[in-house]
């Protein structure tokens, strides 16, 4: 029977003898000598989703990755003037899934808890919370700038 550790920030998976015998099913893809360096990335000259590229860092595969498939090719043929906007369901489905898969996918408050010394280096970078949409701006000038965050 196969055990899995997961202590600490590495996850240790062991496996018994017989599943160890058992031979792979994982296919290698031939590397063509002839192919265009191009045609390596996240989206092929065909137009279509590269699912091997390593920029997707395996997310393509696994327990969510039909969901994260899905949900991608919504966003990558999406024709709406804010781009994956018709694709709400296919990013729910998507984070379904990986709420119920935390031991793979963590929260970012659960990595927050596991490194309770995070805190202690100060985030330069703004993030969406540090933009305000409401009208907090001069009222004479009604100026945008404002409200985006100053750089110290």
Sequence with gaps: MTAINGEGKDQVIFVTKEEHEIPSTVKLVEEDVNEDYEEKGLILSSGEINWDCPCLGGMASGVCGE???????????????IKGSDCLDQFRSMQECFRQHPELFPQEDDLQSANPG???????????????????????????????????
């Design 67 to 81: 969901q994260f498939k899905t949900a991608f090719t919504c966003f990558h043929n999406s024709q709406e003037e």
């Design 118 to 152: 995070s805190d202690a280096e100060p985030n330069d970078s703004p993030s969406i919370s540090d933009f305000s949409t409401s009208k907090e701006s001069d009222p004479e000038t009604n100026d945008m700038h404002s409200q985006l965050p100053v750089a110290s």
